[in-house]
Nanobody
């Protein structure tokens, strides 16, 4: 059974850090790309970052560049999103998703086949 499970969300003060995890089961990440998305209250879903596991290429939304880092631990079949210098504007539900092979800045949510249940991030001012 294919499953993605996010964890690591929580409440943090502005300027703080969190590390989100996306643990995959039922498939190996080798031939997939993993994307992180977020949906803030009253806003559209936004692509935050993605990583193509096979070649390690990564992409970031302009709003998080320089603050967020996506990485993978193949031994744990897990993708991480390290989030630093958090601001209240980062408050959202964060989701990871898997699509085949590669992602790009133009990758859209509908291209992703598998989705996690989400983890909530709240940044207080």
């Amino acid at each position: 059974q294919v499953q993605l499970v996010e964890s690591g969300g929580g409440l943090v003060q502005a300027g703080g850090s969190l590390r989100l995890s996306c643990a995959a089961s039922g498939f190996t990440l080798d031939y997939y790309a993993i994307g992180w998305f977020r949906r803030a209250p009253g806003k559209e879903r936004e692509g935050v970052s993605c990583i193509s596991i096979s070649d390690g290429s990564t992409y970031y939304a302009d709003s998080v560049k320089g603050r967020f880092t996506i990485s993978v631990d193949n031994t744990k079949n897990t993708v991480y999103l390290q989030m630093n210098s958090l601001t209240p504007e980062d408050t959202a539900d964060y989701y990871c998703a898997a699509k085949d092979y590669y992602c790009s800045p133009n990758s859209r949510g509908y291209e992703y086949e598998y989705w996690g249940q989400g983890t909530q991030v709240t940044v207080s001012s």
